[in-house]
């Protein structure tokens, strides 16, 4: 694994703890929930329509995208994290990843699907899904979100195509009749 960065770097000591937090947004005193927002009225947020959606869960486009394929998945309704999340969607989350993950796969060129939970930046729950490159060896792990910070933004047709193959692969595997 290599950092998206030149050597040499200076190690840091971790700064003085923050106590108690910042609220994130769509937490009591955060700013309110855009994702909240945007479901409610999806025409006036001026945001693009899901890839995909079911009764539970929102397949989404992401911004600026670097490497084709990346794309994230919410609650439908706000939930935080995992501990959170209803039994009946507690139980559908590793089927629908599932399905996210062979979708993006399928688009070829990929070594393998990262899913990322952060949840420091809002507390409506989302997961992210990065595709690392076939062959980038210097963006295994960690490094992965490093490199695709830094990495100059993909052709916007690459994206879009990469998009609707996943959009089309999501309702192909749809197992509702
Ligand atoms: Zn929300």
Redesign the pocket.
Request: proline share 0%.
């Given at each position: 694994m290599t950092l998206p960065y030149a050597e040499p770097l200076t190690k840091l000591a971790p700064g003085p703890r923050v106590i108690p937090e910042p609220p994130r947004i769509?937490e009591p005193g955060g700013d309110p929930?855009g994702?909240?927002a945007w479901i409610a009225d999806p025409a006036r947020s001026g945001h693009q329509p899901p890839l995909w959606s079911d009764e539970d869960w929102v397949l989404c486009r992401a911004v600026d995208v670097t490497i084709p394929g990346i794309v994230w998945l919410a609650s439908r309704e706000?939930h935080d994290s995992f501990a959170d999340l209803p039994d009946r969607m507690a139980a559908s989350y590793g089927g629908v990843v599932a399905r996210i993950e062979r979708a993006i796969l399928a688009l070829g060129d990929i070594a393998r699907v990262h899913v990322y939970r952060w949840g420091d930046g809002s507390?409506?729950f989302h997961v992210w899904f990065y595709p690392r490159p076939l062959g980038m060896l210097e963006a295994r792990r960690e490094m992965l979100p490093l490199w695709a910070d830094l990495m100059p933004a993909a052709p916007a047709e690459a994206v879009a195509a990469a998009e609707e193959k996943i959009a089309a692969a999501l309702l192909a595997s749809d197992p509702r009749p």
């Open positions: 769509g929930c994702f909240c706000h507390a409506h």
